[in-house]
């Protein structure tokens, strides 16, 4: 079945420094989204990327998608302790409409 | 409009006891899924629904049943607790051909 794997699984950084979290799927996907779950939270949406080759911006956010449709990327910019949390990737099939998420990614951010 | 709700918040449960996790979503949204939260596992689907009277199986059924009598409603039936189904529940709508999928406030329960 289809599955999506995700890292690292855990990212500690010094405000201001980057980070990427890479994502990567065992099938071609027809679109893949990006989830914020802040600690305690619920998943909230972030974005979605559907062409192949789709670089799309939020302010110190960029998402790419694969040209081949099977990986995905989300980098932050100078990183914040508001980014604290775990960014998840997810693949939506495009014949049963199923979202499966990756494991995650936790952001520690220090001050 | 209230989006998706999601009760109860906390549950202790015995092995062996059974119990209803609810869910609810008011955006007339017609997919509904129930995932699984565990450390270093990400969320993981259970169970999901593209309709009123229809839904299928996702990555971890076992020991948990389902029904969409409507298309508001899609509760999470464990029919017998094991320990291994401590975790966090949360429960998702999305429209049809739509993209982000809204999620619950989730459920904590923990099996003893």
């Known amino acids: 079945g289809q599955q999506v794997m995700q890292i690292p699984q855990y990212q500690h950084v010094q405000e201001g420094e980057d980070f990427t979290t890479y994502c990567n799927s065992s099938?071609?996907?027809?679109?893949i989204q990006w989830y914020k779950q802040r600690p305690g939270g619920h998943p909230v949406f972030l974005i979605q990327?559907?062409?192949?080759?789709e670089v799309k911006k939020q302010k110190r956010l960029t998402f790419q998608f694969g040209e081949a449709k099977k990986n995905s990327s989300l980098h932050i910019t100078a990183t914040q302790t508001t980014d604290v949390g775990t960014y998840f990737c997810a693949g939506r099939s495009s014949n049963t409409g199923k979202l499966i998420f990756g494991q995650g990614t936790t952001l520690q951010v220090k001050p | 409009n209230a989006g998706v709700t999601q009760t109860p918040k906390f549950q202790v449960l015995k092995t062996g006891q059974s119990m209803t996790l609810q869910c609810a979503q008011d955006?007339?949204?017609?997919?509904m899924s129930w995932y699984r939260q565990d450390p270093g596992m990400g969320l993981r689907l259970i169970h999901y629904s593209v309709g009123a009277g229809i839904t299928d199986q996702g990555e971890v059924p076992n020991g948990y049943n389902v029904s969409r009598s409507t298309t508001e409603d899609f509760p999470l039936r464990l029919l017998s607790a094991a320990p291994s189904q401590t975790s966090v529940y949360f429960c998702?709508?999305?429209?049809?051909?739509?993209?982000?999928?809204?999620f619950g406030q989730g459920t904590r329960l923990t099996v003893v």
């Open positions: 998702a709508s999305n429209k049809q051909g739509s993209t982000e999928a809204f």
């Open positions: 990327l559907v062409k192949s080759g």
């Open positions: 099938t071609t996907l027809s679109n």
């Open positions: 955006m007339n949204h017609e997919y």
